[in-house]
């Protein structure tokens, strides 16, 4: 009995001996150098070849992490203002938008400065004459001595003439005395055209000879008075002491109230 018994302790050794062999044979193969690559090329390292496996295997995959960076901890400073820029192209006009409110009544202004007289809607002249004339000439400009009315000076002394500063229809009237046995012969003149004659023949008694007209005129239109000499003796009386001859008009009506 005890020999059976010494028979089978010295089998079960042997067993485990074997199978101890058998896995260090095993083991020893799988750590061995074996050549994965063609007599031309270089072997792989284990290492790498463990790397490999390592990153195809799902087991042994690294996860990828993405950084995130904060910008608003990298802002810098902020920078100078930029230079203009080139203006750009206008827009559509846009929808005319609705009334305001009426505003305050502003207070009351200075008083302007006075007018221009030219600008005035009023004329009127009245001179006389104390010299009597007679004609020297084929024409002869009747001037005056005496200022009897002269509204805003329209009527010049030094050349005889009404200057229309004040457009629109006024009235004229001439009164000469005649000279006894001789010719009265006078143009009114609009510019340098006769619009109204006067005249009274020789006569052995003198008389006063009056001519009225009304005319329209425009600024800077003059009217004023001369001699016309004939084959007869021209002239018209007046004295010192008196005024025989006189020249007059007045705006009736201007053309802009």
């Not at 690559?37 to 790498?48: N, T």
């Not at 992490?65 to 901890?73: A, L, R």
């Not at 009747?142 to 229309?164: A, I, P, R």
């Not at 004023?224 to 007059?248: A, C, H, L, P, Q």
């Amino acid at each position: 009995m005890s020999s059976v018994l010494l028979m089978l302790l010295v089998s079960t050794v042997n067993a485990g001996t074997l199978l101890e062999k058998s896995s260090l044979r095993r083991e020893a193969r799988r750590l061995s150098c074996v050549r994965c690559c063609g007599p031309s090329e270089e072997p792989v390292s284990v290492a790498s070849s463990r790397s490999t496996r390592m990153s195809y295997d799902p087991v042994y995959s690294v996860l990828k992490v993405q950084p995130t960076i904060d910008i608003t901890i990298l802002k810098g400073e902020k920078g100078d203002v930029g230079e203009k820029g080139i203006t750009g192209g206008a827009g559509k006009a846009g929808e005319r938008g609705l009334r305001g409110y009426n505003g305050q009544k502003g207070q009351k202004g200075q008083v302007g400065p006075p007018g221009n007289s030219c600008k005035l809607h009023y004329a009127a002249f009245s001179v006389g004459r104390r010299k009597p004339l007679h004609s020297s000439d084929y024409f002869q400009h009747v001037t005056f001595d005496t200022e009897l009315v002269n509204l805003y000076k329209h009527f010049s002394m030094f050349t005889g003439k009404f200057f229309c500063y004040v457009p629109g229809i006024y009235f004229f009237n001439l009164n000469v005395h005649t000279w006894n046995f001789k010719e009265t012969y006078l143009h009114v003149m609009k510019n340098n055209q006769e619009v109204a004659i006067l005249y009274a023949q020789p006569s052995e008694r003198s008389i006063m000879q009056s001519q009225s007209l009304m005319l329209e005129l425009q600024e800077g239109d003059e009217v004023w008075v001369r001699m016309f000499k004939r084959e007869r003796e021209n002239g018209i009386y007046s004295e010192e002491s008196d005024i025989y001859i006189t020249f007059n008009g007045h705006l009736i009506k201007p053309a802009i109230e």
